[in-house]
């Protein structure tokens, strides 16, 4: 079956692994523009295919074919080009898994703007934050009242600042109405009075701009869009993801018009999508892993897309989705695939099922093997950032070491080095590198927005610093130490936390836990592990001392953590990750 891909690349067949790094290239056109050179080709080519399927938990359903997604963007670039959103025109979205992300994201793509997707999890400081960083202009939410409400604080909390004629650009706020909300339910009125109702800004008339229903606005809108003149060029930003780190501010990560092609890797290659099939990641659309999973990629490649819907994570409702749609690939953290497992998976039908990928953090081996004897599928790795594309993965030619990320895309040239910016030796750990004398790969970033200084710090003399830290084995994968920042030296030992982490994690006691280092003075520092119990057990001295001779049974002994603390949750940044370093100020570690 023809793809779309295959007008964007060298050739999509290869011999090997070597062969495939050696040869695969995408060819990038002037001006291109994935919402009108790909996906409205498309709806010229295969109207009626099916591009888009979209499932709620409370049972709702909707079938896009490209025909469809063609209609529904153009009427949504004429709804926002009619509310004043231009080319380079930054809007916001917090739409969570609502379909109308699709067709409003590839609106803003058809104008030329810049689409900042964003999370629902946002408070009143991180949209304020987001809005000033990046001048934002329109938000497009879902109709929650407590996220309308936050957008609504914002919004008057930015005209109260002194340099509100700079600060302020806030000028659109649409709302999409739920398919469960009903048609004649006065959302917006709901919002302006819970604004009002709000401490600090109780009967501030007139202090907010008023809300649009866009599913109203979408029904009136022309059908037909047609493609500007000069829309954009490859450079200009198509998109901003603010990543939330585990220190500091989030940074605004910018990606150009060219940055979907970066995707056929992460479709064709890892993913390993079939066409005409479809593709479930569970990722939200506030989060860089849609972009990997949700869209570009996967239409390059010709699969539709699955969309489940969904505020409560549930395992056996989520397998009974993939039984139901006949899902082909799938792509999930390993924490789904450690709820899956304990699952019986044999009351699931997997039949239509063929390529499952994991991403997030290294695998637990055990994972691995669990669910490749229920679902006949081993699970491949892969490594990457929001700044790049698939960096480093367990490509078809590879066979899976658990725990591994596999080796480098093509485009991609990796390195691993020692503090003083030497090559690492084989089985030693380093920092993870992308040189980027020779070229660039499709689909990186181009640095932080308006944070030259920021971006320089990362990006020096052609070199990319990701931070984290890896080493190589013999055969050349690549295996995921942790970030540099978090790696422990204890007794002239470098300890990584993940290995400390997927150790702890076998034990069945253990729902969650954190490696972090406490100063010591006769080794340095020490391994300390913050773990959260799973149902059923209770901490004591005992399960401690348990917990410590478990990880010397699994690892090297040297490191087991010699300090032990239960606690009930772990501190995490709004995105999931946790946050060690909060952990370590805790313990009063620098």
């Known amino acids: 079956m023809s793809i779309m891909a295959e007008r964007y690349v060298s050739r999509l067949d290869f011999d090997s692994y070597e062969d495939f790094y050696q040869n695969f290239q995408v060819k990038i056109p002037d001006n291109f523009n994935f919402a009108y050179d790909v996906m409205d080709e498309l709806a010229k080519e295969k109207p009626q295919e099916r591009a888009l ?14 025909a469809d ?43 030329g703007a810049i689409a900042i997707p964003a999370t629902h999890l946002l408070t009143t400081k991180d949209i304020v934050y987001r809005c000033t960083a990046a001048d934002v202009e329109g938000i497009i939410c879902v109709d929650d009242e407590k996220v309308m409400l936050r ?14 004629d700079e600060a302020c650009r806030l000028k659109l706020k649409l709302f999409v109405r739920s398919s469960h909300t009903p048609a004649d339910m006065d959302i917006a009125g709901r919002a302006a009075k819970a604004y009002a109702d ?16 866009f599913k109203a606005l979408l029904e009136k809108a022309p059908s037909d869009f047609v493609r500007p003149t000069e829309v954009n060029v490859n450079e200009n930003i198509m998109l901003l993801y603010f990543t939330s780190g585990t220190t500091g501010m989030p940074k605004m990560v910018q990606h150009n018009f060219a940055y979907p092609l970066g995707h056929i890797l992460t479709a064709q290659y890892w993913q390993r999508v079939i066409p005409g099939g479809l593709h479930l990641t569970v990722a939200e659309t506030g989060w860089a892993k849609a972009a990997w999973g949700k869209i570009y990629g996967q239409w390059l490649c010709g699969t539709g897309v699955f969309v489940y819907d969904f505020d409560r994570f549930a395992p056996t409702a989520m397998l009974n989705i993939i039984s139901k749609y006949k899902i082909t690939t799938f792509c999930a953290p390993p924490t789904i695939y450690r709820f899956f497992i304990k699952e019986d998976l044999s009351k699931y039908d997997f039949s239509a099922l063929k390529n499952c990928t994991v991403a997030g953090e290294p695998l637990n081996p055990e994972i691995y093997e669990q669910f490749r004897e229920a679902a006949g599928i081993k699970l491949r790795e892969c490594y990457g950032q929001t700044e790049l594309t698939v960096t480093v993965c367990t490509f078809p030619w590879l066979e899976p070491k658990p725990g591994s990320m596999g ?14 910016g030497s090559s690492c030796g084989m089985g030693e750990e380093g920092q993870i590198v992308v040189r980027t004398d020779k070229r660039k790969p499709v689909g990186m970033f181009g640095g932080y927005y308006r944070d030259q200084e920021l971006t320089d710090s990362v990006w020096q003399s052609d070199i990319y610093y990701t931070g984290d830290v890896a080493w190589r084995d013999e055969d050349g994968y690549l295996w995921f130490v942790g970030r540099a920042d978090d790696v422990i030296k204890s007794s002239g030992y470098r300890i990584g936390p993940f290995e400390v982490e ?33 149902k059923g057990w209770v901490a004591s001295d005992a399960l401690k001392l348990e917990l410590q001779n478990h990880v010397k049974k699994i690892t090297a002994p040297y490191k087991y953590p010699r300090i032990v603390e239960f606690v009930t949750e772990l501190p995490k940044t709004i995105s999931g990750k946790i946050r060690r370093v909060q952990i370590r100020e805790e313990d009063g570690v620098n």
Not at 153 to 164: D, I, S, V
Not at 407 to 420: H, W
């Open 502 to 534: 997927s150790a702890l994690h076998e034990h069945p006691a253990v729902l969650e836990c954190a490696i972090t280092s406490v100063p010591d003075p006769d080794r340095g520092a020490v391994v300390k592990a913050t773990v959260v119990l799973a």
């Open 53 to 66: 399927v979209w499932c709620d938990e409370k049972g709702a359903e909707a079938k896009f074919s490209y």
């Open 198 to 213: 709000s401490d600090g800004e109780k009967g501030a008339a007139g202090a907010y701009s008023p809300w649009l229903d």
């Open 151 to 164: 957008i609504d604080e914002t919004e008057a909390k930015l005209k109260r600042n002194p340099n509100a």
């Open 407 to 420: 080796k480098p895309s093509p485009g991609y040239d990796i390195d691993l080095l020692r503090d003083d």
């Open 69 to 111: 997604l063609k209609r529904l963007s153009d009427q949504a670039a004429n709804v926002l080009t009619n509310a004043g959103v231009r080319r380079g025109s930054p809007v916001m979205l917090i739409l969570q898994r609502r379909w109308e992300y699709w067709p409003i994201l590839l609106a803003l793509h058809k104008i």
